[in-house]
């Protein structure tokens, strides 16, 4: 069954390999296949890369994992010894691992590349948050950006009111420098992302997942093809599509949140520095001209989506820039806000001393490198912060209540952008403000705090604990050994 998917997709070693299978009796094709399953190296577990990870678990007949949090023994617990160094990290862990209720890890049968879903706390209803496909230098990174997230996702869903848990999805792609380009053609996401879906429905509706960074609507149909448990898909099927235009307004209504907090006036002859040039930021920038900003500023190493987005508008007021990757100058513009609507963790105490801007709004998700101290470096500087999960809500407001049908205009979802609604992105960010100030404590410290008593808040209807009896079920079940849902039907899997 390896050596099958082995010589199908791992293209520089697939004719060697399938002429040793060929021959020979079947002990010796075990020790080719698993000869070349080997792929560690030296490399303690948490420093190797995501794939050398896989070729570890499938070279120990590993094709699913889970660390799940124990409340009574206040333990983390693997599915497998394997993955022990991985359960004392995350016990280790003060700054993003907040006693999660379950991680779990499943390698693609077909891509071979690693799937994860990464679940919070469900107080409040299922864990629910984006899949995200991206890059990562070592498996231990690949972890750590999976539960900031999830907690992230969790904090977000209880300030804008939703009835959702905080969740994360993660799926590994090779490093852009590495040849292996599959990721990028259609028929390959197809199947990458139907190997996700087949990962949700196993997990049984305890997360939900949506559209994230390196995703969009055609993924999250491939994903809705193998399972109820997504959002975001397109409209067609009687989902919501992209919430890139709903994300970019309500940036909007958080930097006109703290202009009005701190006596600045509106957007009106205002200066706005944007770092990336995608979805969101294109989205938004339409609108934000309607309010008559004196200038706008984008910047992305993306020399395609500046083109694109100088050639979609021409306006005089915006100016476009293509960078070198890993160049950060954006950020230290001399304009009133800047905006970080890349990825996360570029504000750290490298970044920060340089921001000449009084406020940072953007929709990057964590986008503090470190929430605490990074936080509290902009607060001794001088420089406030609305803090992402209040103000890049959007997404996850958009597609929260599919299951109830739609609406046009629906007042579900636009009541965010009303200044007066309490639970608004407006009145939030003001609120985090306040108590901001009248504690002397940084924005997210503040925005914590709120966050922490709304996540604690159970479902009305299950109650607290639904999602975690889904959990315990799965591991009583030994989800770990049970075989992968099937990505295509039988009568394919033959042709």
């Known amino acids: 069954h390896r050596a099958f998917f082995l010589i199908s997709f791992q293209k520089n070693k697939q004719h060697r390999i399938s002429r040793s299978v060929d021959k020979g009796p079947m002990s010796s094709r ?11 190296g030296t490399k303690p577990l948490l420093e190797a890369s995501p794939a050398d990870v896989v070729r570890a678990m499938l070279q120990n ?8 949090w ?51 706390k469900t107080t409040r209803g299922a864990a629910a948050g984006g899949v995200r496909l991206w890059q990562y230098e070592n498996f231990y990174s690949y972890i750590k950006d999976g539960i900031r997230l999830a907690v992230g996702m969790g904090r977000k869903n209880a300030l804008a009111g939703i009835w959702w848990g905080g969740g994360k999805g993660v799926i590994s792609r090779p490093l852009d420098s590495d040849p292996d380009k599959r990721w990028t053609r259609r ?17 049984r509706g305890c997360y939900v997942t949506a559209e994230d960074l390196g995703v969009r609507t055609p993924d999250c149909d491939a994903v809705f093809a193998r399972t109820r448990f997504t959002t975001c898909v397109k409209d067609d099927y009687g989902g919501s599509g992209n919430p890139g235009v709903l994300t970019g307004w309500g940036l909007i209504c958080g930097m006109e949140a703290a202009l009005n907090y701190l006596k600045m006036g509106g957007l009106d002859g205002k200066s706005i520095a944007v770092m990336g040039c995608g979805n969101v930021a294109t989205s938004m920038l339409p609108k934000l001209l309607e309010k008559n900003p004196q200038r706008v500023i984008i910047a992305d190493t993306n020399q395609d989506a500046i083109a694109a987005a100088r050639k979609r508008f021409p306006d005089t007021r915006v100016e476009f820039r293509c960078v070198p990757k890993g160049d950060v100058s954006i950020l230290h513009e001399n304009v009133d806000i800047v905006s970080p609507c890349a990825v996360g963790g570029l504000l750290s105490k490298d970044t920060i001393p340089g921001i000449r801007a009084r406020i940072v709004c953007g929709s990057a998700n964590n986008t503090l490198k470190d929430d605490i101290n990074d936080g509290r ?12 999960f209040v103000v890049n809500r959007m997404g996850i407001v958009n597609c929260a209540n599919e299951q109830y049908g739609k609406l046009n205009h629906d007042p579900a979802i636009f009541k965010h952008f009303d200044n007066t609604y309490p639970e608004g992105i407006y009145q939030v960010a003001q609120r985090v403000l306040t108590l901001a100030d009248a504690k002397g404590i940084s924005e997210v410290d503040a925005a914590n705090e709120l966050a922490e008593v709304a996540s604690n808040v159970p479902h009305p209807i299950w109650g607290a604990n639904r999602n975690r009896d889904i959990v315990k079920e799965l591991v009583a079940a030994e989800w770990h050994r049970q075989p992968s849902l099937p990505v295509f039907p039988a009568k394919h899997v033959n042709k």
């Open 30 to 40: 075990v020790e080719v296949v698993q000869k070349h399953l080997a792929g560690c």
């Open 70 to 120: 124990d409340p009574v023994s206040r333990k983390a617990v693997p599915s497998h010894p394997m993955f022990e160094p991985l359960a004392r990290r995350l016990e280790q862990d003060k700054v993003d691992y907040h006693c999660h209720e379950a991680l779990f890890l499943e390698v693609g049968q077909i891509t071979h590349y690693l799937h994860g879903a990464f679940i919070w």
């Open 377 to 388: 470096l902009l607060r001794k500087l001088g420089i406030r912060f609305v803090v992402d």
């Open 187 to 203: 028929d390959f996401r197809d199947i990458l992302f139907k190997e996700y879906g087949c990962l949700m429905s196993s997990i």
């Open 61 to 68: 007949g590993i094709h699913r994992a889970s660390v799940v």
